[in-house]
């Protein structure tokens, strides 16, 4: 979302390496970000994903102890915080309801012709779908070419590493002992390169003798 809407405030929160929830919290309630409490942050984190798929003042006031009208003020500073996002939605229902689709950076499309009915309420989904789409397809090639650039790293390097299970953006292997150490290199080294954004990608690396056990053993930031 930074990358796409080219929200300068979201980028340089991302760059100096903040919180984005207790940024978002920090600004919308106008408190420092050390004065931020666990319940300002979950309301931002609410507000980070909800507002940008068409959360209502009534929909945040069912999430949270808002009322309706605090919800609208919400919003109202959110978009003040990150007005390029509101352009991003805006111009991006201007696209799917010219072109009738949205594509993600590398491309792909996805065409949504419910963006055409008559019933206003199909019409808000597809409008949700669309905005969504740039984003989370985006996230989904990224992690393909990781995987992709991964599977060829350890595979020139005849490495006995297997990548077993995706999960969203999380890549889980079975990884010898004695391969460890390079395996996290290449690992780490392909997912935070798999694609060129306006904003560092961080990768969190655990390990453990079974998924249910898994502790950090490395955290990078770039």
């Given at each position: ?30 408190v ?12 931002a ?8 798929y068409?959360?209502?003042?009534y929909g945040?006031?069912?999430?949270t ?146 998924w ?11």
């Amino acid at each position: 979302l930074a990358h796409i809407s080219e929200d300068p405030s979201l980028i340089k929160a991302f760059k100096e390496n903040e919180d984005i929830h207790s940024s978002t919290a920090s600004s919308v309630y106008n408190v420092p970000v050390n004065s931020v409490t666990s319940e300002m942050r979950r309301i931002a984190k609410i507000m980070n994903f909800g507002v940008l798929y068409g959360l209502s003042p009534y929909g945040i006031s069912q999430q949270t102890d808002l009322t309706p009208t605090q919800g609208s003020e919400f919003i109202n500073s959110y978009f003040t915080k990150y007005p390029k996002i509101k352009l991003y939605i805006e111009s991006t229902k201007d696209h799917v309801k010219k072109f009738g689709y949205v594509q993600t950076l590398l491309g792909r499309k996805r065409f949504i012709p419910e963006i055409d009915s008559p019933n206003h309420l199909i019409r808000a989904s597809a409008e949700r779908m669309a905005i969504n789409l740039p984003i989370q397809g985006t996230a989904a090639d990224m992690i393909k070419i990781a995987m992709i650039n991964i599977n060829k790293s350890l595979t020139n390097n005849q490495m006995k590493t297997k990548m077993l299970i995706q999960v969203h953006d999380e890549l889980i292997f079975q990884v010898p002992k004695e391969e460890l150490d390079e395996s996290t290199k290449i690992i780490i080294t392909q997912m935070e390169s798999a694609m060129k954004l306006k904003v560092p990608i961080y990768v969190d690396t655990k390990t453990g003798p079974n998924w249910g056990e898994l502790e950090d053993i490395k955290s990078k930031y770039i």
